[in-house]
Structure formats: C-alpha cells, structure tokens
C-alpha cells in the first residue's frame, strides 16, 4: 500500500477550497468481505418483493418520478428512490420495483463528496439508477431502506477518512434517517479500511454491512438513498461568512466517537495527574512540515508544567489507543498535517494548538480551525515566522514565496510550483523563545481544564 500522508490531505483540501483538481496515485488492495454484527439484525430474508409506501426522503426538491437527484451543491450529489427497489451489485445498478406511473428515469450517480475533484472521481464507482420494467429476481429482501456511498478516496488519509466519510455519513443519517432504519451500501472499501473502523462502523448500524464490490446476490430494500450530505467547508471563509448548519453536528459527533472508543475508560482506574498532558503530534518520516527540533520542543514544554507524549500516528495505529490517549490529554500541538484530525478525540475544553507553516493559512482554517472552534477547544495558531521555516535555505527572503506567500498563491493556484515548497519542501525550526511564550498561554488553560475536568 503507497503511503500519501498528509501532503494528500492538504492539497486536496486546497483544491476544494479554491475549487482546482488533484492528481494523487490510489493503492490497490483486495477486497475482504466483511460485516458488523449486533443486535436486532436486518440480515435480510429470502422472500418475494413486498411492496409498501415508503416516506419520501428529505434529500432533493419534490420533482414527479420515483428517482428524485439534488445535483445542486459543489461537493455531493445525492439521489433517493422513493419505494421498493431492488439492488444488482453485479452491475451496481438499483432498480425501482414498484408500480412506474412516469416516464421511465435513468440517473447515474459517483455516492462520494468530493464531485469537484475529477481526478479522484475517476476511481469512484458509479452507481446506476433505474425504473422500468426489466430487473433481476429479488434474492435478499429487506425491512429497513439502503444507504450507499462510497469511500474510495484517499488510501489512508485519516484526515479524509473523516470528513469525507464518517463525519458525512453521520451527517446524512441524522438529516435523512432520523425516523427510519436503514442498511449501509459500501462500495470501494479495502481491507485495512473495514479493519482499522470495525467498531465506529458498529457505532452506526445494528445490520451487517453489505459491501458492494464483494456480492454477487441481489438486495431489495423499501427505499434507498445514495450519496452522503458533507460538511460545507469551502462555503466557510473570510468572504462568505455565512454560517454553516451541518457543523452543528460536530459536537453530536464528538459523543459518538465517545460511546464508540470510551466505553470502557470510565472503568478503568487511572491515577490523577498532577500537571497537564500534552500530546507534541510529530511528522518523523513524513514529506515535508517535519519538527527540526523536536526534542528541544518537548523539554520547553516539560519546562512550562506540561507532562509531554510524543504522539507519531501510522496507519497501523489502534483507533482505541489513539482515543484513549487524546481524551486523557488536556493539550494538543502540532504542525499542520492529517494526524491533527485526532483533535476530533479531545475532550470539549481542551486546548489545541496549530503550527502553521508559512503559505498555510487558509488551508489551516478550513481543515482545523474551524471545526476546533464548533466543537469548543480552546483553540491557538502558532504561525511561524520566516527564520523558523527550512524555506530561507532553499529561496532569497525577497522571493515571493518568503515575502508575500498569499499573493504568490493568488498567481499560481496550487500547482507543483506552490505544493512543493509549502507542503513538501518546508520544515520547522521553532524559536524556541517564541515559542515558549505560546506554550505559557497554552499551560494556563490546559491546567485550568485539568482543574474542572480531570
């Protein structure tokens, strides 16, 4: 498996922002079939079609026709089949089995939100959408409706498996599902992805999974929709200060990351701490943004009160054991990059600290920022300065790139010619003094927290 890091994450959130294309290599692993089990399955019955009506989901503008698409937002399109349908994952095609009074429709749809991103889109599975006449025999049935989407975006990019999966998947189930039961349609899942989730997907559903690639029998459901609702990051910025509805539920979210990898915290017995736990996030191994002085930040840290855990996450890196760690901690610090998609695990309260490396700004504020704020952290910037950044070696500080990063970006776009040295070129060197007033501030709320929470 090729490993993508963070530098994916950035440029692809870069490009959503200012609405450019990507081109990144995906990794080819083979499909394991698997499903969650629980309770109260739906694992389907083998039985005849049974027709019944079905309430319409709230995902479109009431257009005639059992096929209804919202093809209206940037990031995602989202269909819903409003009756019984039947589901051939031989030609991932569903089929609208009930009485057809309209024009027979055809709709064709990429369930993954990220529609703006040609590139990546290329390897998403399309799904068909079809009435008429002419389907398969029904095989599988089932009392609750389908939900399909796909997650075959970027290989192991934690940041991505997030918000453009999970946190879009919840979304979607509390805005479109909120009264019904519902079965996930997997398509593009890989081996390590249905491993390293398992239990966060169990958090969303009592029913086995079906994932698509892997079945050969036909499903029939009372109704389904495909496509996924994500959150509208791009529309938050200094010119569109609307705010956003769908980060409301970051906080909901958070609880449920709580249930799914905290069950079991409460019980076990750990001894108080009598200074603030911070988490230093470093980058050993990866392209760019790495800390130049890592040990020197550690001992600064110990010096201001701070117990310091490096945390260097990797793809093998236990979910349960991320959690634990972050949720004990009262402080996180890291430079921009996907392992800081673990703030998401910090308790409410918490202080969380971005290094932001020069040229990163905005990149910044959309990925982090924004949501840290909704979710109520106490949340700090560290924007280096020219003499901390590796790029002063590399360009003459009266290049444009060192000068006035913003208009540099503003005539290039995110292209090779600004990835490379933003993202991959540029290393950290703090200054240490700079940065130990930072982490004095950081030290007074992270100890007032750990006072009232723990």
Same mark, same amino acid.
């Given at each position: 498996?090729?490993?993508?890091?963070?530098?994916?994450?950035?440029?692809?959130?870069?490009? /959503?922002?200012?609405? /450019?294309?990507?081109?990144?290599?995906?990794?080819?692993?083979?499909?394991?079939?698997?499903?969650?089990?629980?309770?109260?399955?739906?694992?389907?019955?083998?039985?005849?079609?049974? &027709?019944?009506?079905?309430?319409?989901?709230?995902?479109?503008?009431?257009?005639?026709?059992?096929?209804?698409?919202?093809?209206?937002?940037?990031?995602?399109?989202?269909?819903?089949?409003? @009756?019984?349908?039947? /589901?051939?994952?031989?030609?991932?095609?569903?089929?609208?089995?009930?009485?057809?009074?309209?024009?027979?429709?055809?709709?064709?749809?990429?369930?993954?939100?990220?529609?703006? #991103?040609?590139?990546?889109?290329?390897?998403?599975?399309?799904?068909? &959408?079809?009435? @008429?006449?002419?389907?398969?025999?029904?095989?599988?049935?089932?009392?609750?409706?389908?939900?399909?989407?796909?997650?075959?975006?970027?290989?192991?990019?934690?940041?991505?498996?997030?918000?453009?999966?999970?946190?879009?998947?919840?979304?979607?189930?509390?805005?479109?599902?909120?009264?019904?039961?519902?079965?996930?349609?997997?398509?593009?899942?890989?081996?390590?992805?249905?491993?390293?989730?398992?239990?966060?997907?169990?958090?969303?559903?009592?029913?086995?999974?079906?994932?698509? #690639?892997?079945?050969?029998?036909?499903?029939?459901?009372?109704?389904?929709?495909?496509?996924?609702?994500?959150? #509208?990051?791009?529309?938050?910025?200094?010119?569109?200060?609307?705010?956003?509805?769908?980060?409301?539920?970051?906080?909901?979210?958070?609880?449920?990351?709580?249930?799914?990898?905290?069950?079991?915290?409460?019980?076990?017995?750990?001894?108080?701490?009598?200074?603030?736990?911070?988490? /230093?996030?470093?980058?050993?191994?990866?392209?760019?943004?790495?800390?130049?002085?890592?040990?020197?930040?550690?001992?600064?840290?110990?010096?201001?009160?701070?117990?310091?855990?490096?945390?260097?996450?990797?793809?093998?890196?236990?979910?349960?054991?991320?959690?634990?760690?972050?949720?004990?901690?009262?402080?996180?610090?890291?430079?921009?990059?996907?392992?800081?998609?673990?703030? &998401?695990?910090?308790?409410?309260?918490?202080?969380?600290?971005?290094?932001?490396?020069?040229?990163?700004?905005?990149?910044?504020?959309?990925?982090?920022?924004?949501?840290?704020?909704?979710?109520?952290?106490?949340?700090?910037?560290?924007?280096?300065?020219?003499?901390?950044?590796?790029?002063?070696?590399?360009?003459?500080?009266?290049?444009?790139?060192?000068?006035?990063?913003?208009?540099?970006?503003?005539?290039?776009?995110?292209?090779?010619?600004?990835?490379?040295?933003?993202?991959?070129?540029?290393?950290?060197?703090?200054?240490?003094?700079?940065?130990?007033?930072?982490?004095?501030?950081?030290?007074?709320?992270?100890?007032?927290?750990?006072?009232?929470?723990?």
């Amino acid at each position: 498996m090729k490993k993508h890091g963070s530098t994916t994450l950035i440029l692809s959130v870069a490009l /959503l922002v200012l609405f /450019l294309v990507t081109q990144i290599k995906v990794s080819q692993i083979f499909k394991l079939l698997a499903a969650i089990y629980s309770t109260r399955r739906d694992q389907g019955t083998i039985l005849p079609i049974s &027709l019944g009506p079905q309430a319409r989901a709230n995902v479109g503008p009431a257009l005639s026709g059992p096929i209804i698409c919202n093809r209206s937002h940037l990031s995602y399109d989202i269909c819903s089949i409003n @009756g019984p349908t039947l /589901l051939d994952p031989n030609v991932s095609t569903f089929y609208v089995t009930g009485p057809i009074d309209s024009t027979p429709q055809m709709e064709k749809i990429q369930p993954y939100p990220r529609k703006w #991103d040609r590139f990546r889109m290329s390897n998403i599975k399309e799904i068909n &959408l079809i009435s @008429g006449p002419s389907n398969p025999p029904c095989i599988v049935q089932h009392t609750a409706s389908a939900l399909a989407f796909s997650v075959g975006g970027y290989d192991g990019d934690f940041f991505t498996d997030f918000y453009d999966e999970f946190i879009p998947l919840f979304i979607t189930i509390n805005s479109v599902f909120s009264t019904r039961d519902y079965v996930l349609v997997i398509s593009n899942a890989h081996d390590w992805w249905m491993w390293k989730y398992a239990d966060l997907l169990q958090s969303f559903t009592k029913h086995p999974i079906i994932y698509l #690639d892997d079945q050969k029998t036909t499903h029939c459901f009372p109704s389904a929709t495909i496509g996924l609702i994500s959150l #509208d990051l791009m529309a938050k910025n200094p010119k569109n200060p609307k705010p956003l509805p769908n980060l409301k539920t970051i906080l909901p979210f958070h609880a449920l990351l709580q249930k799914t990898y905290g069950q079991n915290q409460n019980s076990i017995s750990t001894p108080l701490k009598s200074r603030p736990q911070l988490v /230093l996030a470093g980058r050993k191994g990866a392209i760019g943004r790495q800390i130049m002085n890592q040990a020197e930040v550690k001992k600064v840290a110990e010096e201001e009160g701070f117990d310091v855990i490096e945390f260097e996450p990797k793809y093998a890196t236990s979910m349960r054991k991320a959690y634990e760690l972050m949720s004990s901690s009262h402080a996180m610090i890291g430079i921009h990059g996907a392992a800081l998609t673990h703030f &998401l695990f910090l308790r409410p309260g918490s202080v969380f600290m971005q290094v932001v490396p020069i040229g990163t700004q905005l990149l910044s504020e959309v990925c982090f920022g924004i949501l840290a704020r909704e979710m109520r952290l106490e949340y700090m910037e560290y924007k280096i300065g020219v003499g901390e950044s590796s790029l002063v070696e590399k360009y003459e500080k009266e290049d444009m790139i060192i000068k006035d990063p913003e208009a540099f970006l503003e005539k290039k776009g995110w292209s090779s010619e600004t990835v490379e040295p933003y993202l991959k070129k540029q290393n950290v060197r703090f200054d240490l003094v700079r940065l130990r007033k930072h982490l004095k501030k950081a030290f007074v709320k992270a100890k007032a927290f750990m006072e009232r929470e723990g």
